[in-house]
């Protein structure tokens, strides 16, 4: 810009270079001085221009006529009262006139008169002196004049020269609104004006003046604003286009005269406006009044209409350079200290609005290009520089990247070339744009990490830069905040290990002027933020929010957190003497201990609390209960009363972001309040963790229960009512899509670590819990909220949602849309006017025209529930449109005062974009969603009768998702693809429905299920025609089975496996909604129709698997299954044998397949049969009058024989299978409850060896249950009477010599006995047999051990099997049952039942022939580890027993 006047005028303003002489400037001109034709011509108007600006009128005028005409003026002619008929040509003939009397021309007389009259109008007001502006009466007079003048213009009787002249003589009672008409009406031109006077000084003097007048007086005055603004813009319009001027013709002397003039106005008015910012300024001073005008009216539409486009772009860079550059007198030590004072929000608005304006002509680029160029070349003022950089991050969208790019040349320049200056600039332009916050531009923190902390870093390349790095910040330390010192500390720079002790020498110098500060590294927090630019808190401030933050990561993690652990350890000060007694601060403990207690107990498991701090904690607890109702009300008043400091400048924030509203495109306006908004937040909410490095990347949230403390509520209510007022308001002067990003930006202020847990739980109050009760301004404000919050899903943390279980992580949309529920008419109906509004805005954004975009901020959820609805509601909804609208999306129907929501709806339906969307496979409805969504109504409530709704189910099903391709979302055509499609659906529903209700009685909550039931109902009719329509024969194919099993098998296939608590609960709350669905199913899928060829049974295998593999173990009662499963099964039967030829050859070929392959049921059978026979009997009789079948006949026997067991009559014989019989003797001694059966036992025939083998295995059974489920209903014996009964069997076996140690040896592969008992079992039973085992030890006769080779293995394998269980917690069941029960102490407890077998073992082995070691090795071989003692024994004995044989006569003979 050399050649630029506009620097020319500003270097040479005030110079002192030295003036030519009139002789040097005519010397070498006269030889080319050449007479021409129009050579005497041009002479003579040289001539008379000289003359005329050395005229004195006064004193000619004098001469003429005498003083009397000195008094000549137009004030009498152009008065509106005295001259109303007098037009223009009178008043310019009277003047004629008049220079014909007094020989002067005409144009001189007018000018001087018509300069006369301005002066007396503007002194005609009598008002004080110190104006600018005229009055209203002025400007009529001056108006009147101003036609005169264009009249005598017109005519040649005006002389411009002359009458600037004239009001140069008389500036002192000229106002500069009269000198702005005479340029707006053509007059004389302000430019024409100002270079008629030689006296720069003094006519510069005289616009600052006048200027600061006028920018006072168009603050103060509302009247006259326009016309104040107007006359300004103007006056800056020309000096910017005279001033900066490029090309201009400096021979010319006259333009530059004006660029300098035009240069020095506007720097004086800069300084003059940096000079009232420096000293501080009061809002209702003069000075504030005038700086403001000043900066208002340098913006992008006074300048950016100019013809020439350079001059505004070289004004405003001249003026950054002047700001930039004013006053230079902070060093760059006290930049570093001061820097954190001039963040965004501290700088004077005034400055920052004075940045915003030279921002909105030059491009970002160019802004950070001028910047380095001005940082290279100039002594700065630093405080404007970095709030420079704050406010160029805050306002410009694109200053992040360009700033980082900029502080990577530098580095690399510094680094280079170990460029100091370099390195300076980049240290402080990154702290400055990080005190914006992480919305903004990354953490210092983060910045100094990934420029020094690892091997691609600027230092890595030498040591000398590694010298030059360590030798940088170490000069910093004496004058660095502590913050930037702990981030050098705990996140410093990757040095090699032979260069380490620069790092260390650094680290030294950093903690020791830590401690010079009073700063403690060792009592810094856990989850101290080394990002925040804020004070340090005090350590027991610090201390409350890390365990704030550590019972957070329990709850999610349900382990200590890591960070509490290393304390405990490597900062153990810390911990001892802040944190624990941050975290066993007394309090009233709640019944159902919480987080924070489960992490006070998980501390003490750990060795990680003091006995004795925790001793007195639990002591002040108590103390603390005992005064809870004198306590507890102070408490609430004295937070109330703190809470609601802050709250002030936050709502005063936002109202003024309200007032920007107006133009809600303007970017710069809006971040620069939402920057205030931000600062204010942070201090309204405390001290958070933004942008630190934690340990979870969640966000919890109980649905069920949010909860907020009362300023956070106040906060949250501050913020979402703000910006539902902000979109109502903007959105009455612009649509959506040309808003700007202001609704963006919003949401990123509310975005942060602290704010945002706050903000999520509020919604969920509102949306799930309120909604109903929000009005439609509301709906819309917060509807628009989600969307915007899903578009920044990417950055923000998911929502781990507690409750309802399971627990689960959403995204941003997902939650959103989980808090829509619709259970009643009130909710679908808030649920559509949140999808209506939130589809509408979303559609309305100019994101919309990129899906990737539409997708991130509108959940698939969202628009499936906007479909279900509108169907639901909505019969005109259910056919395809029949023609698309191509109008406008309905936003504009919702911002209407009264919300027509239905009209809006079907408006968005429709609609030609939305229609499009559907299209896409994320977003169609499908039949499983319909399910899910369907079934959360509840009827009672339903805003459909039942009629209506029968008729939506049926059209939903049979013709609209039925015949659908799957490929969107249908069944083919299948019925039963749409009856498993409902099962499955039917099943997750109630699992969910389970955890919702918390219920502790499964039955109950799936009998009182709170869903649509009329679902069901749909289930059970799809179920008969599948039953008896053509798709009889697919819905049980022998191949695949009937299709609920394929259900269930293969839901079960895909559960966790194990016997662990959770996978163990997880299943057996899967099976108790199968039994609950099949039990509300016809009985006839349990038992089959039979087949066509006779004879044979109807197919039960599915069902019998299902038995087998789950149903024995989750649902039963020991050795049977319960009541109601049991005769829905008979139910089966008989239904079976009502469509068969031969009933009863179907009922008895049933009930032999259950022999063998399903013998639960017959068992379950025999435990229940008082309940069952009666129905069984009558039904019989009733369907095929005759007896009833004989293995019915044979249960009944069976049940006969058990009950005469312990009658004092005769016994009856015992039908077969002797395991039925032994099954109903067991069931009969239950139910009789005797303390001892052994009279009873006596009278069984000697021959029954197989009946009291199997009854001594329940009688195992029977005692496991009581020890299991002490609490059951069904359970009538206690475990010391199962004892009892246990006992008793084994003593008559042991007198009989009857072999029971197979008992626990059975396996399923034998065959025979072993396969149909451990059939009858559950497998925990049957695990725990070793339990049982060494429960009966005191009742073994020690003599077996010599009689049974196998019983020392069987023990052997017993106690160690014990030990396995004990090891996995599987006896903890019984180790609780023990330690509640005395009784039990001896015998139940899991540890002195070991500690018995154990020395019974030890006492034992030494006695056992060596018969009894065979096979000893093997079994020690698997498990022998667990008792290193008793293996020891057992080998030494082995080894050490003799052969008998060797021992023994020989027979010779």
């Known amino acids: 810009m050399s050649d630029s006047r506009a620097q020319d005028a500003a270097s040479d303003l005030g110079s002192g270079s030295r003036r030519r002489t009139w002789t040097e400037l005519l010397a070498g001109r006269v030889k080319r001085q050449l007479h021409g034709p129009g050579r005497e011509h041009k002479l003579q108007e040289s001539a008379v221009r000289l003359l005329r600006r050395h005229l004195n009128l006064n004193d000619l005028l004098l001469e003429v006529e005498g003083p009397a005409c000195k008094t000549l003026c137009l004030h009498q002619l152009v008065d509106p009262e005295a001259s109303a008929d007098l037009s223009s040509s009178l008043i310019g003939s009277a003047l004629r006139d008049q220079a014909s009397r007094l020989g002067v021309p005409v144009a001189v007389l007018s000018s001087r008169t018509v300069a006369s009259s301005i002066v007396q109008i503007c002194a005609s007001s009598g008002e004080p002196s110190h104006r600018v502006l005229l009055n209203a009466e002025q400007r009529k007079k001056l108006s009147s004049l101003l036609e005169v003048a264009q009249y005598l213009l017109a005519h040649s009787m005006f002389s411009r020269s002359s009458f600037c002249e004239e009001l140069w003589e008389v500036q002192d009672s000229l106002l500069l609104e009269a000198v702005w008409h005479l340029h707006v009406q053509n007059i004389v031109s302000l430019q024409e004006l100002l270079e008629s006077r030689a006296d720069t000084q003094a006519t510069v003097a005289w616009l600052f003046r006048d200027l600061c007048l006028l920018c006072e007086q168009m603050e103060a005055s509302t009247l006259h604003t326009e016309i104040a603004r107007a006359m300004l813009s103007d006056f800056v319009q020309l000096f910017v286009l005279r001033g900066f001027e490029k090309n201009s013709d400096l021979r010319s002397v006259e333009p530059a005269h004006m660029a300098q003039l035009s240069a020095a106005v506007l720097q004086r008015m800069l300084i003059f406006a940096l000079e009232a910012l420096t000293t501080g300024l009061q809002d209702s001073s003069p000075a504030y009044r005038a700086v403001k005008s000043w900066v208002g009216v340098l913006c992008g539409r006074t300048c950016g209409g100019m013809i020439s486009a350079d001059a505004p772009k070289r004004f405003y860079s001249h003026t950054l350079t002047q700001v930039l550059t004013h006053k230079p007198v902070l060093r760059v030590s006290d930049a570093v200290q001061m820097q954190r004072e001039w963040s965004f929000a501290k700088t004077h608005r005034l400055l920052t609005s004075l940045y915003r304006r030279l921002f909105e002509i030059l491009r970002p680029e160019e802004l950070v290009g001028h910047l380095q160029e001005v940082l290279e070349t100039h002594e700065v003022n630093w405080r404007h520089v970095l709030s420079c950089v704050s406010t160029l991050v805050i306002c410009l969208p694109e200053a992040q990247r360009l700033v980082k790019d900029w502080v990577a040349r530098l580095l690399a320049r510094a680094f280079e070339s170990c460029d100091l200056d370099s390195m300076v600039t980049a240290f402080l332009v990154v702290r400055q744009a990080a005190l914006e916050g992480p919305s903004v531009f990354p953490s210092y923190s983060d910045w100094f990490q990934a420029s020094f902390g690892n091997t691609r870093g600027f230092h890595s390349g030498s040591k000398k830069t590694l010298v030059f790095l360590f030798k940088f910040l170490s000069d910093l330390v004496p004058f660095e905040a502590p913050r930037y010192l702990q981030v050098h500390i705990f996140h410093p720079p990757l040095v090699p290990s032979k260069y380490r002790s620069l790092l260390t020498d650094y680290v030294a110098l950093a903690r020791t002027r830590l401690a010079d500060l009073k700063v403690s590294v060792e009592n810094m927090g856990l989850y101290e933020d080394l990002s925040s630019a804020r004070d340090i808190a005090e350590p027991h401030s610090q201390a409350h929010q890390d365990v704030e933050k ?64 925790y001793s007195t904690y639990r002591q002040a607890c108590s103390t603390a209960e005992e005064k809870k109702p004198e306590s507890a009300a102070p408490g609430v008043k004295g937070d109330a009363g703190c809470a609601e400091e802050p709250l002030g400048p936050l709502a005063a924030a936002l109202r003024e972001l309200r007032a920007a509203m107006t133009d809600p495109s303007q970017y710069d306006v809006v971040s620069a309040q939402m920057a205030v908004v931000s600062e204010r937040l942070s201090s309204a909410l405390g001290p958070g963790e933004e942008d630190c490095g934690s340990e979870v990347s969640q966000v919890q949230l109980d649905i069920l229960a949010p909860g907020l403390e009362p300023q956070e509520q106040e906060v949250a209510d501050l913020l979402l009512t703000s910006f539902c007022q902000n979109l109502i308001a903007a959105s009455s002067f612009t649509p959506p899509d040309r808003q700007g990003p202001w609704a963006a930006h919003f949401v990123t202020t509310m975005c942060g670590r602290r704010a945002l847990p706050v903000l999520l739980t509020r919604l969920c109050q509102l949306l799930r819990h309120q909604g109903p009760s929000l009005s439609a301004s509301h709906v819309l404000g917060l509807a628009a909220l989600v969307v915007h919050l899903g578009e920044s899903r990417s950055v923000l943390p998911a929502v781990h949602v507690s409750s309802p279980a399971p627990a689960r992580s959403l995204p941003i949309p997902e939650f959103f849309s989980s808090l829509l529920t619709f259970g009643t008419a009130e909710t679908l109906l808030f649920c559509l006017k949140v999808c209506t509004a939130a589809i509408s805005y979303s559609l309305c954004k100019p994101s919309s025209l990129s899906q990737g975009l539409l997708y991130s901020s509108l959940s698939p959820a969202l628009v499936k529930k906007f479909q279900f609805i509108m169907c639901r509601l909505f019969s005109e909804a259910r056919e395809h449109p029949s023609q698309e609208d191509a109008a406008g999306l309905p936003w504009s129907l919702l911002c209407l005062p009264s919300t027509d929501w239905q009209r809006a709806a079907l408006c968005l339906w429709k609609q030609r ?152 609960l997880q299943r057996q709350r899967e099976l108790l909604v199968y039994k609950w669905i099949l039990l509300r199913l016809p009985p006839s899928v349990l038992v089959g129709s039979p087949q066509a060829k006779q004879p044979a049974a109807p197919d039960c295998t599915e069902f019998f698997h299902l038995v087998n593999s789950e149903l024995r173990n989750f649902c039963s009662y020991g050795s049977a299954l319960t009541y109601d499963i049991t005769v829905h099964f008979f139910r089966g039967l008989l239904n079976a044998c009502s469509q068969s030829s031969n009933p009863s050859l179907t009922a008895d070929l049933i009930l032999t397949v259950c022999q063998t392959e399903c013998p639960l049921v017959l068992t379950s059978a025999l435990l229940w049969w008082p309940r069952l ?182 023990a052997v394998d017993m106690y160690l099997k014990l030990i396995c269980l004990f090891v996995a917690g599987e006896t903890s069941a019984v180790s609780a049952l023990a330690s509640r029960s005395q009784e039990l102490q001896g015998q139940g407890d899991p540890v002195g039942l070991i500690t018995k077998a154990r020395h019974f073992l030890l006492q034992s082995i030494p006695r056992c022939p060596k018969k009894s070691f065979s096979n000893m090795a093997e079994l020690l071989a698997t498990s022998g580890d667990c008792d290193p003692e008793v293996s020891a024994a057992l080998l030494s004995r082995q080894q050490a027993v003799p052969d008998a044989d060797l021992y023994q006569e020989p027979h010779l003979f």
């Open 550 to 613: 550590a019972i957070t990561v329990f709850e999610h993690t349900g382990k200590i957190p890591v960070a509490v652990m290393e304390a405990s350890i490597f900062r153990r000060p810390y911990y001892v003497s802040h944190f624990l007694p941050a975290l066993l601060t007394p309090r009233v403990l709640p019944r159902t201990p919480d987080s924070r207690a489960a992490l006070i107990e998980s501390l003490k498991r750990a060795d990680k609390i003091p006995p004795s701090l």
């Open 913 to 1064: 974009t939305f229609q499009e969307l559907l299209k896409e496979k994320e977003f169609h409805l499908t039949y499983r969603d319909w399910l899910q969504l369907e079934l959360e109504i509840r009827p009672e409530l339903d805003s459909l009768s039942d009629t209506e709704r029968w008729d939506f189910h049926q059209w939903a099903i049979h013709e609209h998702f039925l015949p659908k391709p799957s490929a969107a979302g249908g069944c083919d055509g299948e019925l039963q693809t749409a009856c498993t499609v409902l099962v499955d659906v039917l099943i997750d529903f109630c699992q969910s429905l389970r955890s919702y209700n918390c219920s502790k009685n499964s039955d109950l909550v799936l009998g009182s299920c709170t869903g649509n039931r009329d679902i069901f109902f749909r289930l059970q009719e799809m179920a008969a025609d599948l039953e008896q329509g053509p798709a009889a024969s697919q819905s049980r194919s022998p191949s695949r089975g009937h299709f609920l099993f394929t259900v269930f098998r293969r839901r079960l296939q895909a559960l966790a496996s194990g016997w662990d608590v959770a996978a163990h």
């Open 1173 to 1354: 026979e009666p129905e069984l009997r009558s039904r019989w009789t009733r369907c095929f009058q005759g007896p009833l079948p004989q293995e019915l006949q044979r249960l009944w026997e069976a049940q006969q024989f058990g009950r005469s067991c312990l009658s004092p009559d005769s016994t009856s014989p015992p039908p077969g299978p002797a395991w039925v019989s032994a099954a109903a003797l067991h069931f009969a001694i239950q139910q009789a409850g005797k303390n001892s059966i052994k009279s009873q036992l006596e009278k069984l025939d000697c021959q029954r060896e197989e009946l009291l083998l199997v009854l001594f295995f329940f009688s195992l059974m029977g005692l496991l249950s009581s020890y299991l489920t002490p609490h059951s209903r069904h359970q009538a014996v206690d475990s010391l009477k199962a004892l009892d009964i246990c006992a008793e069997v084994l003593g008559c076996l042991e007198k009989r010599k009857i072999p029971w140690l197979v008992l626990f040896q059975l396996t399923e592969t034998e065959g025979g006995l072993g396969h149909v008992l451990l059939r009858l079992a559950p497998d925990p039973y049957v695990r725990l047999l070793p339990f049982a085992f060494y429960s009966l030890l005191s009742y073994f006769d020690e003599d077996a051990l010599m009689r049974e080779d196998a019983f020392l293995r069987v």
